[in-house]
């Protein structure tokens, strides 16, 4: 097929796609270079391996705050020709990004002016409230002195988010550029909802050209003299800003990453790769990690989820409560505050439920899109109850309880209320508007969710794994309503989620797949594929015990597992497809908390296969960062697994990944009213020889410890106490 016959295929196949599901993320070429990025609360920055912005195709680069892009690009050149790579790195903990470039052969006239290898050239990068930090370093390694200039161009769109993903308007506001000063450019935007917003671009020290759009240098360098050059983007600041000087913010910045991680336990183990695993994670976590009025926050994802999302806060909270419990408490009081307290068709809002998404956009001010305040989401109340449960009980923080008991009951509410609209004892969703999301689960492809001819489910469609939530949820809320004096609560709570057990087997129960439905539709149909909803359903305890080796059996078969991890859909069902984003790839968080279900039923073989699978998975992964998902082709020897093109990384509920497969494979329990710390049925992989826990805390008290591997058992070892702590191994059949 021709170029042009081909990219006109992949075009109508975006197209296509855009019709069926709105906010389908579009990717019709390769990036040609590979990209990084870098977040500070609520900004981030997404560059090319050579720190440029907008200088080649394919990645979706820029400074965006707030949803909005602040710079459109940013490209370096040296006497008009571009620098060659020489290496790019993200340091560490991700506070910065450090690319080093050299110049090619350049010419003046047919004279070579200036041999290639001659100019080391150092890019530096980080972001700091609202602003990104650029300083570039100089050095001339040759015998003679270099004559050259050095441009940077620079210019924004002020797009919407949405706009970048590929969303297409009609009208857009007025964008501008202007000089104000010898070192200072002022680019600009008048909205369509009225707001103002604006790029302030500062040099220093003062170019030797400005215009509106472009800063140059000249530079004469002798052998070995070094110099610099540092500018700045910052979001929305005064007409005058003076950014703070490079050096400074960027110490400042690195003391608050730093005070992220003090108070969480830390982990070391016997193997240096899955160190780096649990490094990198963590920095990652770091980065996405929110200052918001009600706490820290998690935000799920770069760049296209960089923002306040309910069920990846919550599921994110979840897989981090055995490691830093402070993260749930931040997510529990932000989405408290922002629960739905009316009827919105347009954002799926109803009283009691939990927020899916907020947008700062102008799309979303003037809802072109429903996102501003989005409700759309079936998961993210019952996960709420769940979590507040689940906190309470890691911590015994009843304070937090009293505060979030209100939230508490009115998620219970929608639940019984609006969650089930049809009265079947099911919590059920449909879009109120064409405009909002066609499925409301995790699983939120408009091809999700289906029959196992291949048929889209239609209706009010009641998901496997959220009725599982709602019993778990259920279930908690019991143990906290007894924890705040209401035992009558606490009984009806109780039978609640033992009748929904019952009445979730009957109706989901699949004798002839020897697992649950996918789903119910709006008739009642079962869909009847094999999916890894079911082994969420594990997690959540709501299956009975025979049947639970029955769905994790068929979990751990190759029409599931392919050595990588578990796939969302087994192959051979309809619809499955192992590069479609929720059809046959495989995601780690599902993958995690699968595991979590594993470890309640005592499978921890299984728990085992699936650490191990996702272990080398990160291995190969770039920076030991396990992505948002992966495709879901079986593994070969001596090949690694196939990436998934758009796929965010850092992810935070990925990023959390590592940490929750630990939980699951020692059995990690906390027992808040004896002050104790127990280890159940612990089982090591055998990539892992020991692993050591500091700082493991437990209210006021924490201890330091050491699991060690032998053959088929494991022991522990306390190494420090502080406090009043017990620890133990315990061992059930």
Known sequence: MPVEAAAATLNAIADQKAVESPFYIPMTGPASRPRRALKHDDTFVVLDSHGDIGASAGGPDG???????????????LNDVQPLLLGSNLRDDNSSLTVDLTNPDIYRNGRLVLQKDMLHIVRTFFLWRGAAYQRIGLQNHGEHRASFDLTLSFDNDFADLFEVRGEKRKHRGIATSRLVGPSDVALEYIGLDGRSLSTMVHFDPRPTRLAANTATYHFELKPQQTTSLFVAASCNAEVGHKPVPFFRGLLAHRREMRNFSKGAATVETSNDIFNEVLCQAMADLSILMTNTPQGRYPYAGIPWYSTTFGRDGLITALQLLWIDPRVARGVLKRLAAFQAKSVDPLADAEPGKILHEMRGGEMAALREVPFAQYYGSVDSTPLFVMLAGMYVERTGDDETLRELWPAVEAALGWIDGPGDPDKDGFVEYQRATEQGLQNQGWKDSYDAIFHADGKLAEGNIALAEVQGYVFAAKHLASRLALRIGLPDKARQLEAEAEQLAARFEEAFWCEELGTYALALDG???????????????????????????????????????????????????????????????????????????????????????????????????????????????????????????????????????????????????????????????????????????????????????????????????????????????????
């Not at 400074?63 to 690009?73: E, K, V």
């Not at 499978?603 to 960062?625: C, I, N, P, Q, W």
């Open 63 to 77: 400074l965006f705050n707030a949803d909005t892009r602040y710079l459109a690009r940013l490209e370096l050149a």
């Open 523 to 733: 008739k009642k149909m079962p869909c009847a594929v094999r999916a890894s909803n079911a082994g969420q359903l594990l997690f959540t305890g709501i299956v009975r015990e025979d049947r639970a080796r029955m769905v994790a059996a068929d979990l751990m078969r190759p029409h599931f597992f392919t050595g990588w991890g578990i796939r969302t859909i087994a192959r051979g069902e309809a619809r499955y497809n192992p590069m479609s984003y929720h059809d046959g790839s495989i995601w780690p968080h599902d993958n995690a908390l699968i595991t979590l279900g594993l470890a309640r039923y005592g499978l921890k073989h299984s728990v085992e296969a699936v650490f191990k699978g996702l272990f080398d998975t990160a291995a190969y992964m770039d920076l030991r960062r396990l992505p948002e998902l992966f495709c879901g082709f079986q593994r070969e020897k001596r090949r690694g697994p196939t990436l998934y093109p758009v796929a965010c990384a850092p992810q935070a509920w990925a990023s959390a990944t590592p940490y929750t497969l630990l939980e699951a494979a020692l059995g990690i329990e906390f027992d808040v009213a004896r002050g104790e710390i127990r280890f159940r049925n612990p089982r090591m992989p055998a990539f892992l020889q020991y692993v050591i826990l500091r700082d493991l805390r437990l209210g006021e008290s924490s201890v330091d410890l050491c699991l060690r591997k032998h053959e088929n058992d494991v022991s522990l070892e306390v190494l420090r106490t502080r406090g009043q702590i017990q620890v133990s191994i315990v061992l059930t059949h």
